[in-house]
């Protein structure tokens, strides 16, 4: 008598799928650690949007030892896999047919029945958590060396509302970096290759600006760091921040007394007309 081993040799399992094949392969391989000793080969088939596709596949598959586990969205395109497999003898595993019959008898509605949707989905949502984690990365003037890959770059004093703009167009899905300007303090050399329509300089009234840093002031104790907040240190700060703005040609925009979501939607704008790029990146 052979062993399990031995009786499995050559045997394969085809996952045809009309996306990447992902999710079945991590199926159909948890469901294979339930048969210890077993010599199985898997292998996906991905991105069937055609019914040549399809017999190319079945082609292939010529012999009882092969089985195929199946995604297929589109109906019609399911139902011919199912009708060749049958024909030539090949045993299929419906994964995704009788998930959705289920699911559209129990919400009464029908499904898309279109091919990627998760992917998409799901890539929007990476795309917001590499914008956030990039945002948190270059924040205050951290990893200059590498603001040549942020698409929007904000440039303001302290206590103008930087970091929570940072963070708040990272969730939109834009990769933000963000340089306090710090009068008689080098900005990074590497500012300088960034293209200067990708710069947004923070402008802030005087009086707002005054009551952000007393309230940090109070928040760390501090209250004895006289030129930080300071009415004339913070008007010579505000006035030569602005002379600097200006001489590099950097665009600028009034964050006084405005929601972060006005200010926010206002550079996006600024940005999109500029590079044809979306304005709400998880839209």
Known sequence: ??????????????IASCGEGINASHLVESTLVQFPGSDITVVKVPHIRAESQIDDLVGRVTDVDRLIAHTIVEPKLRSYLVKKAEQNNIVTIDLMGQVLDTIETFLGLPPLGTPGLY????????????AIDFALAHDDGLKPESLEDAEIVLVGLSRAGKTPLSMYMGVM???VANIPYVPGVPMPSTLDKVDRRRIIALNINIEQLLSHRKMRQESLGTADMHAYSSRHEVEEEVKNAQKYYITRGFSMIDVSNKPIETSAEEIAEMITRRFKAKAHRTD
């Open 119 to 130: 992917r998409e989905t799901h890539q929007v949502d990476l795309n917001q958590v590499t």
């Open 173 to 175: 899905g834009w990769k």
């Open 1 to 14: 008598m052979t062993n399990q081993t031995q009786s499995n040799n050559f045997k394969m399992i085809y």
